[in-house]
């Protein structure tokens, strides 16, 4: 159900839909937006459902095992869902009623999946989070989550990646301090003109 705005226009929710290479630090600023937007019931942060183990670290997501990740989707139970680095990843249809009640919605994307995610969502505001590669390979390794190989495969995925995206997209160049990225994050949730490079 769409909400009546100040004007008296109804309105729905806006999805954000951040997308970046690995290592370009996306988890890291959607934690920091949350911790600085804790409590504004309107932005909510959606949890991915993810074919990785819970303690595998990185960002907070539902884990799932590959035969339990078919099931929701035949269900229905996803708003959208991809595969990836051999994962597969769903983000679930919870999203739809935060949005039909005029709630904004944040979600780590895939850059690969924007299209369809813009066909299912054509007012969705696409965000790339940058970062060097340099930079890039330093987070990959330091996480430690997978071995030297699979960080240059995924190194050498972003390269693929890096054709024009479809749509308007807003950048968030992400290798200084967190905070300064994070904060621009913040200002384009809530609406502050300039946040984005």
């Not at 937006?33 to 907070?60: C, K, V």
């Not at 709630?103 to 054509?122: E, H, I, K, T, W």
Request: charged share 30%.
């Amino acid at each position: 159900m769409d909400i009546p705005s100040a004007h008296g226009v109804r309105q729905r929710g806006r999805l954000f839909y951040l997308m970046g290479a690995s290592g370009a630090g996306k988890d890291s600023l959607m934690d920091y937006a949350r911790r600085r937007l804790g409590g504004r019931g309107r932005i909510h942060f959606a949890r991915r459902h993810i074919t990785r183990p819970a303690a595998s670290g990185g960002e907070d997501h539902v884990a799932v095992g590959a035969a339990e990740f078919e099931r929701r989707l035949r269900e229905g139970l996803f708003a959208m869902h991809w595969d990836s680095h051999g994962l597969r990843y769903g983000v679930g249809r919870e999203l739809e009623a935060w949005l039909a009640d005029g709630g904004d919605v944040v979600v780590n994307g895939s850059r690969a999946y924007l299209s369809d995610a813009r066909r299912r969502f054509p007012d969705l505001v696409g965000v790339l989070i940058e970062a060097s590669e340099a930079v890039r390979r330093r987070r990959l390794r330091s996480r430690a989550r997978e071995d030297a190989d699979a960080v240059e495969r995924r190194i050498a995925r972003g390269a693929d990646l890096c054709s024009p995206l479809p749509g308007p997209v807003r950048v968030i160049v992400n290798e200084g301090a967190l905070e300064e990225a994070g904060e621009r994050l913040v200002a384009l949730l809530l609406g502050e003109e300039g946040a984005c490079d």
